[in-house]
C-alpha cells in the first residue's frame, strides 16, 4: 500500500517553527551568517548534496536545469545509502529540508525529493510484497529523471 509522506523545502534564513517536522539541512555547505544553534537542525545531510563537481558546473552554467538534475538523481542513484537518514526522518514525520538557495525549484531540493520519495515508494512496496506493473509517476516535472 502506498503511503503519503510530506517533504518541504524551507530557506535557512527562515524562522523554524514546530509545523516544520523534523528540519534537516541539504545543504554541502553550512549557509552564511547563520549560528549552528538558530537553524533548530534535526540533522545535516550533506552527503545527500550534489558532488561538488556537479555542484560547480551547475553555477558556473556548464549544464542546464534538466541536464544537471539529470545527472544528480544518477549520483543518488549510484549511492542510495546517502538517502537513509532522510528516509527513517519522512517515517517519523513530516520533513522540511532547509537550504540557503533561493530558487527551490531550480535547485538541487526537488530531485532530492523526488529520489526519496522514490525510495520510500520503492521500500514500502517492497515490504508489502507488492509488484508495480508501471513506474510511480511523482509529476510531469520528474519523468526524465527514470
Excluded at 547563520?34 to 549544464?63: F, G, M, T, V
Excluded at 515508494?121 to 510484497?129: F, K, T, V
Excluded at 506493473?133 to 510531469?140: D, K, L, Q, T
Aim: charged residues 30%; glycine residues 4%; aromatic residues 10%.
Amino acid at each position: 500500500m502506498q503511503k503519503n509522506y510530506t517533504v518541504l523545502f524551507k530557506r535557512a534564513y527562515d524562522k523554524a517553527c514546530a509545523e516544520d517536522g523534523q528540519r534537516i539541512l541539504a545543504d554541502r555547505l553550512w549557509p552564511r551568517g547563520i549560528k549552528k544553534d538558530d537553524l533548530k537542525l534535526n540533522d545535516w545531510c550533506k552527503e545527500c548534496c550534489p558532488s561538488n563537481q556537479l555542484r560547480k558546473d551547475y553555477h558556473a552554467q556548464k549544464l542546464d536545469f534538466e541536464s544537471f538534475a539529470h545527472a544528480y538523481f544518477k549520483e543518488l542513484e549510484s549511492n542510495p545509502e546517502v538517502l537513509i537518514p532522510l528516509m527513517k526522518a519522512a517515517r517519523k514525520d513530516k520533513v522540511t529540508l532547509i537550504s540557503a538557495v533561493k530558487a527551490f525549484e531550480y535547485s538541487h531540493l526537488p530531485v532530492l525529493k523526488h529520489a526519496l520519495i522514490k525510495a520510500l515508494a520503492q521500500e514500502d512496496n517492497e515490504a508489502d510484497g507488492d509488484t508495480l506493473s508501471s513506474p510511480v509517476c511523482f509529476g510531469n516535472d520528474f519523468n526524465y529523471w527514470g
